[in-house]
């Protein structure tokens, strides 16, 4: 037997969207990914800090298109969970403007030492914002150095 | 309004697994996450480096417990997907492992610079193991350094 292995990281997480343009207009318009391709009826794939997430179009990556280069089938239907870290001291900027582009915050809950907000993506999956601490990840490990306040 | 905000990382990645049981076997044993805790009936949840994949029983994530800590409902059901990076001078013996494991190799994909390996956890979510270059992120950026080379 090969001796004990780990996988190192995550490097894609996967959500199914019913409306691939609504879905990449929110994730990217107010979350802030980065489009990195996207396959019209398909899927639109984001990049976010040093991890990709998937929004598929589960219709269509449910059946195989029987091309060699073809990743295997997949494809799920109700509403999934996917969860971005921000610093905590910047969960308050991120309710102002989820609530001012109209994201309606569906619940915040406050755990020892975090705090985390969840709303609803178009396609009505379980979003949540909250700090890496909730894990008891340090934030530095993480996140990415910020420069100094951001600009209000 | 607020200036444009980015969320920094993916945090949690979640997947929905019809036998909780079966599901934390193979994601410790033999891709080798880390429990950080669980919930009979309800989930598992595993670090994996400095993310978080959370194992869910959606049957019982999908209807709400309402107490006011409980995160709001989610819930899907058919194959999600998820990847986890490793080095791709690994992915060898990675697909060695697998194989030794009872795992069978869905599909092996090469890509330009890159090779994913796809098999399905009990719960028929398709899992894939490949390096960050598939998505042109640099090993060194999200890969913990190795000591050497691995033992065999």
Redesign the interface.
Known sequence: ??????????????L?VQDLSAAEQFYTRI???TL?SKLDGRHVFL????????L?N?KAT?VSAGGA?D?????????????????LS?ID??K??LV?HGVEI??E?H?EGCR?L?FRDPSN??V???S?L??R?PEE????PRAGP???
């Not at 037997?1 to 996988?7: I, L, W, Y």
């Not at 990049?47 to 998937?54: H, N």
């Not at 490990?141 to 990415?144: E, G, Q, R």
Request: glycine fraction near 6%; proline fraction near 9%.
């Open positions: 037997m090969t001796p004990s292995m780990s996988v190192s990281e995550v490097l894609e997480s996967a199914y979350l802030g990914l990195y990049r976010c800090g040093q991890r990709m997430v998937l598929f589960a449910a280069n990743a295997p089938v997949h494809g799920a239907t109700g509403p999934g969970h996917l969860a971005f870290a921000v610093p910047e900027q991120w102002e403007h001012e569906e619940k809950i755990w985390s969840y999956n379980s949540e914002i909250t890496p909730l894990w990840i490990s993480i996140l990415p951001r600009p209000r």
